[in-house]
């Protein structure tokens, strides 16, 4: 089953894949279709619902403090 996320007006939409680029459709395609949302990334809602996958920040990019 692919992996699916439902924005906040209710549209629900599924994770592909064609290679390295990462998008999202309405319906689940033959090919591409992902089960899980690769590894360092989080799904984010744009103001227009469309979604994207954004990596997550390492904890060590914070800044040291002296």
């Known amino acids: 089953m692919a992996f699916s ?14 290679g390295k680029m990462f998008y ?15 590894a360092g ?5 744009m103001k227009t619902g469309m979604l994207v996958l954004k990596k997550v920040q390492a904890a060590d990019a914070e800044p040291k403090s002296s």
Do not use: I, M, Q, R
Not at 24 to 38: C, I
């Open 5 to 18: 996320h439902t924005n906040s007006k209710g549209v629900t939409y599924y994770l592909h894949s064609n």
């Open 24 to 38: 999202f459709s309405k319906e689940v395609k033959p090919t591409g279709a992902l089960d899980a949302l690769p």
């Open 41 to 45: 990334y989080n799904v984010v809602e």
